[in-house]
């Protein structure tokens, strides 16, 4: 059971990010995070796993590494328990978090 602090710094993190969803509809991750809850280290937490796997991909890359579905495969594991893949995918993509990322494990979803 989290804290009236815990609660709180929550609250205060999704009031912020509704204030950017209010100015732009671009926001689909934001509305995902707010939807589920999540704690602001929850998303910290999500922003490491894409630096991770971006950095891990571009190596792939230069390797000449053309299959991604072991990226995929951690990216599934390691996100958040409340998030579904395929939609935070997709929100990130509309979002321009980390696109080249994305649109790699978008190609997995098929």
Excluded: G, W
Excluded at 34 to 43: F, P
Excluded at 67 to 77: D, G, H, M, T, Y
């Amino acid at each position: 059971m989290e804290s009236i602090e815990q609660r709180l710094e929550r609250i205060e993190f999704h009031q912020k990010l509704l204030l950017k969803i209010i100015s732009e509809s671009q926001y689909d991750f934001y509305r995902i995070v707010i939807e589920n809850q999540l704690q602001e280290k929850d998303v910290e937490d999500f922003y490491k796993l894409c630096e991770t796997l971006h950095k891990e991909s571009e190596e792939q890359k230069a390797d000449k590494f053309v299959f991604f579905s072991p990226l995929f495969k951690k990216f599934k594991e390691e996100l958040h328990p409340k998030l579904d893949p395929e939609q935070v995918i997709q929100a990130c993509l509309k979002q321009n978090i980390f696109p080249e990322l994305m649109e790699i494990l978008n190609k997995n979803l098929s």
